[in-house]
């Protein structure tokens, strides 16, 4: 994905691939900007997943993102958001998802969450990427992993 915009902590923007609720995941070719289909998975997403572009996290990916919403956003859609925590899923490589709400929105931390909510994402993800969860980190953490995932992105290209 294409993204010309040069991403830092205040301006942080995620793609949408996946909208709250649904099953369908889709991914935009690169060549001509179409947004596809590319599979279904088995449970409704319990948030917008999507990837921060011009970010190269420590697995070598595209950094994700939940967004935690009212509302399902539009695939292919661009959507301002904060982080406010980290999920790390253990795998052979740490898998970081952020954790994040819509820029504007009062929450600032995973602690503002409720336990529920935060069992439910997490449960979601193990099973999403059959990894398990090895720890969920605060808003601080998960800026810090936003800022050096950029800069990777900045050394590589």
């Known amino acids: 994905m294409k993204f010309d915009k040069e991403q830092s902590l205040n301006e942080l923007f995620v793609f949408i ?3 709250k609720g649904s099953k ?3 991914t935009k070719d690169e060549e001509s900007g179409i947004m596809t289909m590319v599979k279904t998975i088995k449970e409704p ?3 917008n997943y999507g990837i921060i572009p011009n970010t190269h996290h420590d697995d070598s990916e595209v950094l994700d993102a939940i967004i935690l919403s009212e ?5 292919g859609s661009f959507v301002k958001i904060k982080p406010i925590g980290v999920i790390r ?3 052979q490589v740490n898998d970081d998802i952020i954790i994040s709400v819509p820029y504007g929105v009062d929450t600032n931390d995973v602690s503002d969450l409720s336990m529920k909510q935060l069992d439910e994402i997490t449960g979601y993800f193990e099973r999403f990427k059959n990894l398990k969860t090895q720890k969920v980190f605060d808003s601080e953490h998960a800026k810090k ?3 050096h995932a950029i800069n990777r ?3 590589e290209r």
């Open 17 to 19: 691939q996946i909208s």
């Open 24 to 26: 369908n995941f889709y």
């Open 45 to 47: 997403f319990p948030g």
């Open 71 to 75: 509302e399902a956003i539009e695939p």
């Open 89 to 91: 899923l253990k795998g």
């Open 145 to 147: 992993i936003v800022e």
């Open 153 to 155: 992105w900045k050394r």
